[in-house]
């Protein structure tokens, strides 16, 4: 009987000891967070973007053993989960994936030279929310996507960063609302049209960046339109103002 009772207590204390050293358990290895604390509902995982010296991040990370991390780290939910998986040099990222606690990719961040960048937003449920292209830290092509994949926005610089290349909003079936085309690079002429949420033009006409004003001016003619696509008013405009208008 003494026999059994000693095994019996061997038995317990090697299942505790075990249990209080699980080598499954990622904490021990890794660092871990509870989701709710990590993912907010509206900018999704933020808390790399610190780290990401592309973007201006100028906090440095450290390795286990307190040295500026170097190489593959990895982090985990509470739940087991991957949270993220990036490549430190020096302690701060250079290409990285961040993932929602269902593994969906959260986003994706690599280099695509040495000044050149690209980053990917997805949603929870998949789907891509945002793309955007960086020079430096500076966004130079940024397109948001609503969540059945329709284009929501887009914004593209020229590459000088001084003037747009387009500008565009959509709803949610794809329907434009305001369109920015360049349409003659030498002069910096733009062909501008706003929309009725019917799709039906609204305001049409031409602007033209004033590089000494940092502002787009509308230029020449300028018609207005009802509802029905019908040309209600004419309006001409010089550096930006009016300088006549007429009904249609």
Avoid: C
């Amino acid at each position: 009987m003494k026999k059994l009772y000693l095994f019996i207590f061997f038995f317990l204390t090697i299942y505790s000891v075990q249990s209080q050293n699980d080598l499954t358990d990622k904490g021990l290895y890794h660092n871990t967070y509870i989701p709710e604390a990590v993912v907010d509902q509206k900018y999704g995982i933020t808390m790399y973007e610190k780290l990401n010296m592309m973007l201006g991040g100028d906090t440095v990370r450290n390795d286990m053993n307190g040295y500026a991390a170097n190489g593959y780290e990895e982090d985990y939910y509470t739940t087991g989960q991957l949270l993220h998986k990036g490549f430190y040099v020096d302690g701060q990222l250079k290409v990285y994936k961040n993932y929602y606690p269902n593994g969906n990719v959260e986003r994706n961040f690599r280099m695509v030279d040495l000044n050149r960048s690209k980053m990917t937003v997805y949603y929870k449920e998949g789907g891509i929310k945002s793309d955007i292209v960086y020079v430096g830290s500076e966004a130079l092509k940024w397109e948001d996507y609503y969540r059945n994949g329709v284009l929501e926005f887009v914004e593209e610089y020229h590459k000088s960063f001084q003037y747009y290349i387009q500008k565009a909003n959509y709803l949610e079936d794809g329907t434009p609302e305001n369109t920015l085309e360049l349409t003659n690079k030498k002069k910096l002429i733009y062909l501008q049209s706003y929309y009725h949420s019917n799709g039906k033009l609204k305001e049409q006409g031409e602007v033209k960046y004033n590089k000494a004003m940092f502002d787009y001016e509308r230029i020449g003619t300028w018609v207005l339109y009802d509802e029905n696509g019908v040309p209600t008013k004419e309006q001409k405009y010089a550096v930006g103002k009016i300088i006549s208008e007429k009904k249609l």
